[in-house]
Nanobody, 116 residues
Framework: QVQLVESGGGLVQAGGSLRLSCAAS????????MGWYRQGPRKQRELVAT???????TYADSVKGRFTISRDNAKNLVYLQMNSLEPEDTAVYYC??????????WGQGTQVTVSS
């Protein structure tokens, strides 16, 4: 069973930056892709960015050029560097991990609030 713990959320002004981290443990040898989703107020959960074991990345159009996902396979960590934050980025951000059998695991979420 994979466990995921996020950190790094908080309150920031528009135009500011935050860096989210997600630490994976338990069954990590089976993990392939990891990434981030978010769920804003009264919105559905949506993809933010993902990264495969080999380093291939996918981004939502709304965050391209502002957010960067990276991964440290040796430390079982995935990061989301968020720059030029906008109020529309306010959401709970969830880390996910997909294992080689395509099971998906979720972290508990971390709140990001961007004030205008």
């Amino acid at each position: 069973q994979v466990q995921l713990v996020e950190s790094g959320g908080g309150l920031v002004q528009a135009g500011g930056s935050l860096r989210l981290s997600c630490a994976a443990s338990g069954g990590i040898s089976r993990i392939n892709a990891m990434g981030w989703y978010r769920q804003g107020p009264r919105k559905q959960r949506e993809l933010v960015a993902t990264i495969t074991w080999g380093g291939s990345t996918t981004y939502a159009d709304s965050v391209k050029g502002r957010f960067t996902i990276s991964r440290d396979n040796a430390k079982n960590l995935v990061y989301l560097q968020m720059n030029s934050l906008e109020p529309e980025d306010t959401a709970v951000y969830y880390c996910h991990a997909d294992d080689v059998w395509l099971n998906r695991y979720w972290g508990q979420g971390t709140q990001v609030t961007v004030s205008s």
